[in-house]
């Protein structure tokens, strides 16, 4: 009873790092999705994937890089992380376009960049 | 830019009353809606959805949507200290599968 998976939960970087989230689903969701979430800022998509071997961006894509491995994996890559990067990602899973067009989350993943 | 507003609060309710939350957003052909409940530190789970107009009800939960309005609500009747959460709430524009969520409103149901 996984759902949706991601790893790490908690990372500190210092500025031009880089490092990847994972993110693992195992309801054989069609869709997968990168959140950020910041104080007062709501959600904010950063890329997603409508189906394997496809992404597009989202409404903040700058300064990260996605890959849909296969349909149960989309892991988001941040190449030279920079403080303002600093955030709770998280990963979602949506069985669309069949469905209704809920979201399933992770549990997050919390990043701190000095 | 598909907006989708809501108050950020925080509401504050005695135990035991109703809570209204609201959202507004500015796409008039969204087609679906949804409601999320987050309690701090954790993720967004989903507690209602609704796509026609009208009123929704799941337990304490209603939905209701006034599409000529431009609004979505929720009602949590008898509230309980539990129900105390950030309420987000999402909108999918058209179809696309990709919901545009507000910043959410915080709510605390008090003893």
């Known amino acids: 009873n996984a759902g949706v998976t991601q790893t790490p939960k908690f990372q500190v970087l210092k500025t031009g790092q880089s490092m990847t989230l994972q993110c693992a689903q195992d309801m054989n969701h069609n869709s997968m999705y990168w959140y950020r979430q910041d104080p007062g800022m709501g959600l904010r998509l950063i890329y997603y994937s409508a189906s394997e071997g496809t992404t597009d961006k989202g409404e903040v894509p700058n300064g990260y890089n996605v890959s849909r491995l296969n349909k149960r994996e989309f892991s988001l890559r941040l190449e030279s992380a920079a403080p303002s990067q600093t955030s709770v990602y998280f990963c979602?899973?949506?069985?669309?376009?069949?469905?209704?067009?809920?979201?399933?989350f992770g549990e997050g993943s919390r990043l701190t960049v000095l | 830019q598909k907006e989708v507003e809501q108050n950020s609060g925080p509401l504050s309710v005695p135990e035991g009353a109703i809570a209204s939350l609201n959202c507004t957003y500015s796409?008039?052909?969204?087609?679906?809606f949804f409601w999320y409940r987050q309690y701090s530190g954790k993720s967004p789970e989903l507690i209602m959805s609704?796509?026609?107009?009208g009123d929704k009800e799941d337990g304490r939960f209603t939905a209701q949507l006034n599409k000529a309005s431009q609004y979505v609500s929720l009602l949590i009747r008898d509230s309980q200290p539990s129900d105390s959460a950030t309420y987000l709430c999402?909108?999918?524009?058209?179809?696309?599968?990709?919901?545009?969520f507000g910043r959410g409103t915080s709510l605390i149901v008090h003893p």
């Open positions: 979602a899973s949506s069985p669309s376009p069949d469905g209704t067009g809920e979201l399933f």
């Open positions: 796409d008039r052909g969204s087609q679906s």
């Open positions: 609704i796509y026609s107009n």
């Open positions: 999402a909108i999918d524009p058209g179809g696309s599968y990709i919901p545009t």
